[in-house]
């Protein structure tokens, strides 16, 4: 087959990342277990907060933001408060962090397998 189609892909139940203070989720929707280019695309849905998410890539990865707003930050200091339609790429090894001053989704592309950072 040539074409999958997720329907309202970013309505899909989320999995919770379990940080105390922090509300946000994170769903896989398609994945490519190529041995040399694994591939993980999905949402992820973070809500209002005063607690920062601190995340450190382990893997390449690119965020589009969907809905709602943030302000993302990276390990330099570089922070831009995100809005629906800005795309941010993240490299391997980048500590970033994320502050959502309302509830904000993003769709994300990343090398990497579920389960990996």
Same mark, same amino acid.
């Given at each position: 087959?040539? =074409? #999958? $189609? %997720? /329907?309202?892909?970013?309505? &899909?139940?989320?999995?919770?990342?379990?940080?105390?203070?922090? $509300?946000?989720?994170?769903?896989?929707? /398609?994945?490519? !277990?190529? #041995?040399? +280019?694994? *591939?993980? !695309?999905?949402?992820? *849905? =973070?809500?209002?907060? !005063?607690?920062?998410?601190?995340?450190?890539?382990?893997? $390449?990865?690119? +965020?589009?933001?969907?809905?709602?707003? =943030?302000?993302?930050?990276?390990? &330099?200091?570089?922070?831009?408060?995100? +809005?629906?339609?800005?795309? %941010?790429? %993240?490299?391997?090894?980048?500590?970033? #962090? @994320?502050?959502?001053?309302?509830?904000?989704?993003?769709? @994300? %592309?990343?090398?990497? *397998?579920?389960?990996?950072?």
């Amino acid at each position: 087959m040539s =074409m #999958t $189609h %997720f /329907s309202q892909a970013i309505k &899909t139940p989320q999995a919770g990342i379990s940080r105390p203070g922090i $509300h946000t989720w994170l769903q896989g929707v /398609s994945q490519l !277990d190529d #041995t040399d +280019k694994a *591939r993980l !695309d999905g949402c992820s *849905r =973070m809500e209002k907060s !005063d607690e920062p998410l601190v995340c450190e890539y382990t893997d $390449h990865e690119m +965020k589009i933001i969907v809905e709602g707003g =943030m302000v993302i930050s990276d390990e &330099t200091g570089y922070r831009v408060e995100a +809005k629906v339609g800005d795309v %941010f790429y %993240f490299e391997k090894g980048s500590i970033i #962090t @994320f502050n959502p001053p309302s509830d904000g989704t993003g769709c @994300f %592309f990343g090398q990497r *397998r579920e389960g990996g950072g």
